[in-house]
T-cell receptor
Framework: AQRVTQPEKLLSVFKGAPVELKCNYS??????LFWYVQYSRQRLQLLLR??SRESIKGFTADLNKGETSFHLKKPFAQEEDSAMYYC??????????????FGEGTQLTVNP | DSGVTQTPKHLITATGQRVTLRCSPR?????VYWYQQSLDQGLQFLIQ???????AKGNILERFSAQQFPDLHSELNLSSLELGDSALYFC???????????FGEGSRLTVL
């Protein structure tokens, strides 16, 4: 079974401070992993996917297969980063019924 | 703009009523997913369709049903509505069963 755990429902930091949003997953194999962001209950937008290894809006995420984690990091948080962040997992190949499984989300608040 | 269109954006109705939410996926996307987002819960996966066929079912109530039509648009039918059905309902699509999900803006349902 595939499962995503985001241990922190709420995370509050000050502007300019580093931020790390934790994500752990359970999947027997090598899944695709994603981070989605949702501003003010608008549509979810893709922030990062582990395959591309990009840095978007200063965020990075490293896949650690040994620890089955995909934590999201940013060295200097900005107020506009305040949003809900979801970690998600998808099987790496096409299977019948393949779906994206989301964690419960972490609400990040960046205080001035 | 993700290319996924959902209508209506907002809907207010009474308990016991029935509503239909509509989703047009991105051009060429075969997979359509429905998610429910309540205030006190994260994203709950409801159901997935792939090229007109149901492929996966999540926590979808028996009062809810969905289908995907030959032109690939999808409809989510919610009947015998209860107060607890008030939520944001998101539709998302992707080309097949792997890769990034593209989300619509959501349909905000309020049951009074």
């Amino acid at each position: 079974a595939q499962r995503v755990t985001q241990p922190e429902k709420l995370l509050s930091v000050f502007k300019g401070a580093p931020v790390e949003l934790k994500c752990n997953y359970s999947y027997s194999g090598s899944p695709e992993l994603f981070w989605y962001v949702q501003y003010s209950r608008q549509r979810l937008q893709l922030l990062l996917r582990h395959i591309s290894r990009e840095s978007i809006k200063g965020f990075t995420a490293d896949l650690n297969k040994g620890e089955t984690s995909f934590h999201l990091k940013k060295p200097f948080a900005q107020e506009e980063d305040s949003a809900m962040y979801y970690c998600a997992l998808s099987p790496p190949f096409e299977t019948s019924g393949s779906r994206l499984t989301f964690g419960e989300g972490t609400q990040l608040t960046v205080n001035p | 703009d993700s290319g996924v269109t959902q209508t209506p954006k907002h809907l207010i109705t009474a308990t016991g009523q029935r509503v239909t939410l509509r989703c047009s996926p991105r051009s060429g996307d075969l997979s359509v997913y429905w998610y429910q987002q309540s205030l006190d819960q994260g994203l709950q996966f409801l159901i997935q369709y792939y090229n007109g066929e149901e492929r996966a079912k999540g926590n979808i109530l028996e009062r809810f049903s969905a289908q995907q039509f030959p032109d690939l648009h999808s409809e989510l039918n919610l009947s015998s509505l209860e107060l607890g059905d008030s939520a944001l309902y998101f539709c998302a699509s992707r080309f097949r069963n792997t890769g990034e999900l593209f989300f619509g803006e959501g349909s905000r349902l309020t049951v009074l």
